[in-house]
């Protein structure tokens, strides 16, 4: 079956470490996001990629880094500079045609990796 | 100001009864698309319905329907038929034709189904 797979499903972070999350997808699908989900509050965009080796900052960029070195792929670390890391990340992808603004085409998501600092 | 703002924090219906979930946008873009998702306590985000700016009939899905008034800006979600597995938190988000890749969500309503 096809779909989104994010690991690994709870991670811990110490003090001063980087840990990368990881989000694989076999859907064939061009774009790739990484969202956070902080308790109340509703998904905040950090990173989409529309293209293998192309990535852009979303609206909280600031201690997240990714790469995207293959389609399949998309892992986001997160820094020692990001103060707050505690919350849900969710992976998602999208189809092509997805940037037309009248596509129904929804975004995908993985099933999230709960982040927290020990 | 929110873009998408959801005012009902926590729902109850009972089982087998209809319930309207509200979502008001705001965006100034002519063309635009609305999204319901489904989050189970699991976590995952499942896509429920979608409705274009541009579509003159409300989008249906089974027993999701939207009730969409463009000029009060609303887009509501209407769950027909209640059932135990619709408990879940519901949010509404949004793409607007400037930031074609991004989606735009609310803070979310928690819907408990009662027997």
């Known amino acids: 079956d096809g779909g989104i797979t994010q690991s690994p499903k709870y991670l811990f972070r110490k003090e001063g470490q980087n840990v990368t999350l990881s989000c694989e997808q076999n859907l064939n699908h061009d774009a790739m996001y990484w969202y956070r989900q902080d308790p109340g509050q509703g998904l905040r965009l950090i990173y989409y990629s529309q293209i293998v080796n192309d990535f852009q900052k979303g609206d909280i960029a600031e201690g997240y880094s990714v790469s995207r070195e293959k389609k399949e792929s998309f892992p986001l670390t997160v820094t020692s500079a990001q103060k707050n890391p505690t919350a849900f990340y969710l992976c998602?992808?999208?189809?092509?045609?997805?940037?037309?603004?009248?596509?129904?085409?929804?975004?995908?998501f993985g099933d999230g990796t709960r982040l927290s600092i020990l | 100001a929110q873009k998408i703002t959801q005012t009902q924090p926590g729902m109850f219906v009972q089982e087998k009864e209809a319930v309207t979930l509200d979502c008001t946008y705001d965006t100034s873009d002519q063309s635009y698309g609305l999204f319901w998702y489904k989050q189970p306590s699991s976590g995952e985000m499942i896509f429920l319905i979608y409705q274009g700016s541009y579509d003159e009939q409300n989008a249906t899905e089974g027993r999701y329907s939207l009730n969409f008034q463009k000029a009060r800006k609303s887009a509501n979600l209407v769950i027909s038929a209640s059932q135990l597995g619709d408990s879940a938190m519901y949010f509404c988000a949004m793409r607007e034709s400037g930031t074609a890749s991004k989606l735009t969500f609310g803070t979310g309503t928690r819907l408990q189904v009662t027997l």
């Open positions: 998602a992808s999208s189809s092509p045609g997805w940037e037309t603004i009248n596509s129904n085409q929804p975004q995908h």
